[in-house]
């Protein structure tokens, strides 16, 4: 950052005047796909199998951040802690999977595990959907562990000392002073993390998992109509925006509230 | 302060009635202010008064509502676009308070950035002017430090040299020693006043009183966005009959005898 | 010699479990090189189209015209929060295919899958690029605007002059960090059938079943070219840096 005075000259673009205009591409491309009623009517055919698809995504996404967070806190700790046989591997896997493409982890989890597993003599399937939100949760795990790791690095170790000379205990600091503060630091980057996996999702439909995407594709070779697949892959698009963009917004609203130095 | 006569000289600046308001409050309220070429017109009064907006009127960095302003052939306030004010620009240096150098680049690029890019000077020309400039602002040994490397003092005598860069018929002065440090700001002071002795045309605003009766031709009292009194600082400082002026000259004047004693 | 070599790196490597036997077949090494070097050429051109393209929505986003900044903003949005996936298949099953019907075929088209990646995942990354520059720009005091505009400076000299160079510095960590995600992504491309390392890959290992050999390559690779352009920023902000500027 600059270190000097901020202002803000130009006025922000406040969602005031970004969601009519979106709203407005939205309603307009809908508006197309009308003019071609029967191309309208095959979309609505089709909408409940392409909800289905989504339901996949937000499914996906949902387990991966939540196996990514579980992995990443432990690694992070793991990244903190004093001894280096234990800091060092943990270190070496952040670096090389927050370097690692999504698509690619999600073809490696999907062509290494087998499609079901013998757990004692029972025949468990092991779907792709699984293997895809596997793919996608091991660079989650990356990034939280080094979210976790800055957040708790970024609070000075005199806060510590600051609280007990208060008469706080060492829970009561950790409760009251430490954690707060952190959590205002990793939840705005997990909320980012997260908008990011949801839209990694859609790498899914490339081994296979029948997910949005997919299901457009499924959709446009079944129909074979050209303004059909416009609108088809249109759709997709909005949905996605329409799924992430809140997030986003939310995001951003915290990361303004939480600014305060 | 040149030899000839102050009447026979031309007039340079010209305001007439102006008024400005920056949203519900007003600014200016009626300023009428001539300024002949070889002028130093100093101006004077509290803050708030609207000395600095005066400034900013005159080479059109603010637009007033009302009146009428000329620099030399130029209708300022018939000037519609930002584009139409460039021109004026070029021709009307100013220094602000609190420098305005530009952070990134060298002493000697902030210097010759204006006259290279917009008066199209070549390189070679402009740099042997800086350096020119350099000298007269007693800055010479720091060409390729940046602004961040300088003093308060040092900072605003690179300003200077940037604004006499363009070669103006006009500086305007905009309170360029209240930021300073009261060590640094003789050295200011001191190239301003051989800038004037040379004759260059000038309008400071200022709180340095001693020096503004030194080298001014004129001094303007300000207060409430009126020009309250005018006239050669002898008459101003010394035979005012009006209370404001005295009082205000003599709240400052203890502030204004310790820095003057750092010259 | 060279057969050699890799004949005995084949060996070697089996004896510690790993099958890196199709190194041994001219041909399928081919692919795999070609692979690699695809990946390397789609990176080297998509990012000057991603900086340019960053700092014309940068400039646009902070013009404080309507008819600029608006379009720019919908843009960076709608760029932002959807998957570089699904643009890919829009820009490349729709708008490719419509220019195609306008042309009269696909063989009239001059626009190849390798446009398409270039084009989609430069204009995504651009975007986040837009937002970095945008909140550098807006963090030049106005104070240093008004100077330049008493130099007599227009819009356009104040931005290119003043404002960019001023906020580039400031942006740069968030570039750098942009062009990372910008390597990974154009990963996207093997969707299209661009034959980067990924697209090689998979026709290597659905022959020979190594897909953990050539993932550990894979993975090296990226860690290389992105340790690469970390490398690359960092000596770019020493370079950048001014004395007394604190960024």
């Known amino acids: 950052m600059l270190n000097i005075l901020t202002f803000s000259r130009v006025p922000s673009l406040a969602s005031s005047t970004v969601l009519p205009v979106l709203g407005g591409i939205a309603v307009a491309g809908l508006l197309w796909s009308f003019f071609e009623p029967e191309s309208a009517a095959t979309l609505l055919v089709w909408t409940p199998y392409l909800a289905r698809g989504f339901a996949m995504n937000i499914l996906i996404s949902i387990c991966a951040i939540a196996l990514g967070s579980l992995v990443g806190l432990i690694l992070g700790a793991l990244e903190l802690s004093p001894r280096a046989l234990i800091r060092f591997p943990a270190l070496v896997y952040v670096q090389i999977f927050r370097n690692a493409p999504h698509l690619v982890l999600i073809f490696a989890t999907t062509y290494i595990f087998p499609f079901e597993i013998l757990v004692a003599g029972l025949r468990i399937p092991f779907p792709d959907w699984i293997k895809a939100t596997i793919g996608l949760a091991i660079p989650a795990s990356a990034h939280i562990a080094e979210i976790v790791r800055g957040a708790v690095q970024s609070i000075p170790t005199a806060q510590w000392e600051a609280a007990a000379g208060m008469g706080f205990s060492r829970s009561q600091t950790l409760r009251w002073i430490i954690l707060p503060q952190c959590i205002k630091r990793v939840l705005p980057p997990w909320m980012n993390l997260y908008a990011s996996i949801s839209m990694g999702t859609a790498l899914a439909s490339l081994v296979g998992v029948n997910e949005l995407l997919h299901a457009a594709t499924d959709a446009s070779t079944a129909v074979q109509r050209t303004d059909f697949t416009v609108a088809v892959y249109l759709t997709v698009l909005v949905w996605f925006f329409v799924y992430c963009y809140p997030v986003a917004r939310f995001t951003q609203n915290l990361e303004r509230r939480f600014a305060v130095r | ?263 | 010699m060279l057969d050699s070599i890799l004949a005995g790196f084949v060996t070697y490597t089996k004896s510690l479990g790993f099958n890196f036997g199709f190194l041994t077949s001219v041909y399928e090494r081919t692919i795999w090189i070609d692979g690699i070097s695809m990946t390397l050429i789609l990176i080297a051109v998509t990012i000057p189209v991603s900086l340019v393209g960053g700092g014309l929505l940068a400039a646009a986003l902070t013009s404080g015209r309507k008819y600029l900044s608006v379009p720019a903003r919908v843009f960076v949005e709608l760029t932002r929060n959807t998957p570089t996936l699904v643009q890919l298949m829009c820009a490349f099953l729709v708008v490719n295919m419509l220019i195609s019907k306008a042309l009269g075929g696909a063989q009239y088209n001059p626009f190849s899958p390798f446009f398409w990646v270039v084009a989609v995942v430069g204009l995504h990354i651009a975007a986040f690029h837009a937002e970095a520059l945008r909140a550098g720009i807006e963090s030049v005091p106005s104070a240093t605007l008004e100077a330049a505009r008493a130099i007599g400076f227009n819009r356009l000299q104040i931005l290119w002059f003043v404002e960019f160079p001023l906020a580039l510095r400031a942006a740069l960590p968030a570039i750098v960090n942009n062009l990372v995600n910008l390597a990974k992504l154009t990963t996207v491309g093997s969707a299209i059938a661009v034959g980067e390392v990924t697209y090689a890959s998979i026709m290597i290992w659905s022959q020979r079943d190594n897909v953990i050999e050539l993932m550990i390559v894979i993975l090296l690779l990226f860690s290389l070219i992105n340790l690469l352009i970390a490398r690359t920023g960092r000596w770019l902000e020493n370079k950048l840096k001014v004395p007394g500027l604190g960024i």
Do not use: W
């Open chain 2, 1 to 263: 302060m040149t030899e000839s006569k102050r009447e026979e000289r031309a007039i340079l600046v010209k305001m007439e009635d102006v008024h400005l308001a920056f949203g519900q409050t007003q600014v200016l309220k009626g300023i009428d202010l001539e300024v002949r070429k070889g002028d130093a017109v100093s101006i004077i009064g509290p803050s708030g008064s609207g000395k600095s907006t005066i400034l900013r009127c005159i080479n059109g960095l603010v637009t007033p509502q009302r009146g009428s302003i000329t620099v030399g052939q130029t209708a300022v306030h018939e000037l519609k676009s930002e584009a139409e004010r460039i021109p004026l620009r070029k021709r009307i240096g100013i220094v602000f308070q609190q420098y305005n150098l530009f952070p990134h680049l060298s002493v000697l690029e902030n210097i010759v950035i204006a006259p290279v890019r917009i008066q199209g000077v070549g390189r070679p020309e402009a740099e042997r002017h800086a350096r020119e400039l350099l000298a007269r602002v007693r800055l010479s040994d720091k060409e390729h430090a940046y602004p961040g490397e300088l003093s308060g003092g040092q900072q605003q005598r690179v300003a200077i040299a940037r604004a006499l860069a363009m070669r103006p018929e006009l500086v305007l002065f905009d309170e360029v020693t209240s930021a300073l440090d009261p060590e640094t700001v003789g050295e200011v002071l001191a190239v301003i006043r051989e800038l004037v002795a040379d004759g260059l045309t000038s309008i400071l605003v200022t709180h340095e009183m001693r020096f503004a009766e030194e080298i001014s031709d004129e001094v303007l009292f300000t207060e409430g966005g009126r020009i309250v009194e005018r006239g050669s600082p002898a008459s101003l400082f010394h035979n005012s009959s009006n209370p404001r002026i005295h009082s205000f000259i003599n709240g400052l004047g203890s502030g204004a005898k310790t820095r003057e004693s750092a010259l």
